[in-house]
């Protein structure tokens, strides 16, 4: 099992910055890569950004392309979410998840959830 707990949330106006935490435990070794997912009332998880735990290979959505930034501190087993020139529409509650076998953009691969952050984006 691993363990995911997300930080670093809040309220935020438009174009200001967030940097979300998630820090990972248990058999963190058996972890190929980590995500960050989102989602906003009515609408569907949809994914943010992905890192592959060892080398740092990223995948982005083209929606958050050039504004967020992925990270990983493999010494402290947690993931970074560097989000700058925020707008409304980023406004969703965040999770990190964990995917034991491959660096990939569908959420039904993950394995493993925090219990996620909520950003607010104010116009």
């Known amino acids: 099992q691993v363990q995911l707990v997300e930080s670093g949330g809040g309220l935020v106006q438009a174009g200001g910055s967030l940097r979300l935490s998630c820090a990972a435990s248990?058999?963190?070794?058996?972890?190929?890569?980590m995500g960050w997912f989102r989602q906003a009332p009515g609408k569907e998880r949809e994914f943010v950004a992905a890192?592959?735990?060892?080398?740092?290979?990223?995948l982005y959505a083209d929606t958050v392309k050039g504004r967020f930034t992925i990270s990983r501190d493999n010494a402290k087993n947690t993931v970074y979410l560097q989000m700058n020139s925020l707008k409304p529409e980023d406004t969703a509650a965040y999770y990190c998840?964990?995917?034991?076998?491959?660096?990939?953009?569908?959420?039904?691969?993950?394995?493993?959830w925090g219990q996620g952050t909520q950003v607010t984006v104010s116009s």
């Open positions: 890192i592959r735990w060892r080398g740092g290979n990223t």
């Open positions: 248990g058999r963190t070794f058996s972890v190929y890569a």
């Open positions: 998840a964990a995917d034991p076998s491959r660096l990939r953009i569908s959420d039904r691969e993950y394995d493993y």
